[in-house]
């Protein structure tokens, strides 16, 4: 529903508008770029919608039947005399990194059963550990289940209950607690209200198109949208620009009021769907700032990064067969992971440097 611009002009030429009518012709600008942004996020959450259903979940599905195959071909060598103990160690980091990709999509059982050998010596080197150097020796085996229990199924429910946060979100924003409507806002309605109450009305048509008309500015008084209730008047002529030039500055503070409610429901609102995007669409959840501008090249990102890993994963397995390339692959993947675990700290000490510096920094006192 389009909406009729509305600014305040000043009624005598060379005078300037009062501080509450600028704030008002302000708010109305920063309304209507928030109104485009939101059908802007609307429109890319449709398109980023289709396109994981379409492209990016097919393409899912086919990279975990894949790190499936792989994994059940890695737990198979465990038993093949070729692989040394070193070996055995990167298959068992392998095969968790890979059954903990394939449980995050769907629940497996035998993914699981495989998951649990793997963690049984680890769980025994562990032990010997503690017994060694904290000088205790018992670690009961139901402490030991709870520690290693997978945690797929809560994941699961997490995820099962993300799927329906873009049905959700707008209910999220209607149901929020939201100030008295202002005064004004009353006031406006309650004249609207009254010029198109349609009983009032014996033509059929007229009484169709104050019933049209009564619906929209009911919906605008529940949302709080003032500009759409002073569209309406300005629509069906009950003011005209001069008259909402002349307010007093006393009505122009509580519309200011009334716009600043609606522009936080509106920036609310693009929050959430940015919120809903990287809980429901993977390739969204490491993005940095989102643009909804961006949302078809972050699209083609992710589907390019997928055929990468789909090539890998081909690769490997057409030589899963070959020891000699196995475990030249097993030893680059645990190369790829430390490197990825020293990054990933060092970005931490930065970050913590980062806060410290600006905590311990001397603070310019307020005058």
């Known amino acids: 529903m389009s909406v009729p611009a509305i600014t305040l002009q000043p009624l005598v030429s ?17 309304i209507h770029r928030a109104r485009n942004r939101l059908q802007q996020w609307h429109d890319a959450m449709q398109r980023a919608a289709q396109a994981q259903a379409a492209q990016i979940d097919p393409k899912m599905r086919n990279l975990n039947a894949m790190r499936k195959e792989l994994l059940l071909a890695l737990d198979v060598m465990q038993a093949d005399p ?14 968790e990194v890979l059954a903990h990709a394939c449980l995050s999509i769907q629940h497996d059982a035998d993914i699981e059963a495989i998951l649990n050998r793997q963690r049984a010596p680890a769980r025994e080197e562990r032990e010997s550990g503690m017994g060694d150097l904290f000088g205790f020796d018992e670690f009961s085996q139901a402490e030991a289940q709870d520690a290693d229990a997978p945690e797929v199924d809560g994941f699961d429910a997490e995820a099962d209950d993300s799927a329906g946060f873009h049905r959700r979100h707008q209910i999220d924003v209607e149901k929020r607690p939201r100030d ?60 005209d620009a001069a008259h909402l030039s002349s307010l007093a500055d006393a009505q122009v503070k509580d519309y200011v009021r009334a716009l600043k ?39 083609e990102q992710e589907l390019d990064a997928l055929e990468m890993v789909e090539g890998e994963l081909k690769s490997v397995l057409s030589r899963k067969a070959e020891v000699r390339f196995m475990k030249s692959w097993l030893r680059e993947q645990e190369r790829s992971s430390q490197a990825l675990a020293e990054e990933s700290w060092d970005e931490a000490l930065a970050a913590l440097e980062d806060f410290l510096a600006q905590e311990l920094s001397p603070r310019r006192r307020r005058r």
């Open 14 to 30: 060379g005078k300037p508008l009062s501080k509450q009518q600028k704030a008002f012709n302000t708010l109305v600008g920063k």
């Open 82 to 95: 070729w692989y040394n103990k070193t070996d055995h160690k990167r298959l068992r980091a392998m095969i």
């Open 180 to 239: 008295a409507q202002t005064p004004s806002l009353r006031i406006i309605y309650r004249k609207l209200a009254s010029a198109l109450h349609p009983d009032r009305e014996s033509d059929p048509e007229e009484r169709a198109r104050k019933t049209a008309l009564l619906q929209r500015a009911n919906q605008s008084y529940k949302n709080g949208d003032l500009l759409a209730l002073l569209g309406l008047q300005l629509e069906i002529a009950m003011v």
């Open 261 to 299: 409610a609606q522009l936080a429901d509106l920036e609310d609102e693009i929050t959430l769907i940015e919120q809903d995007l990287r809980i429901n669409m993977p390739f969204a959840a490491s993005a940095g700032k989102l643009d909804p501008r961006a949302i078809d090249t972050l699209i």
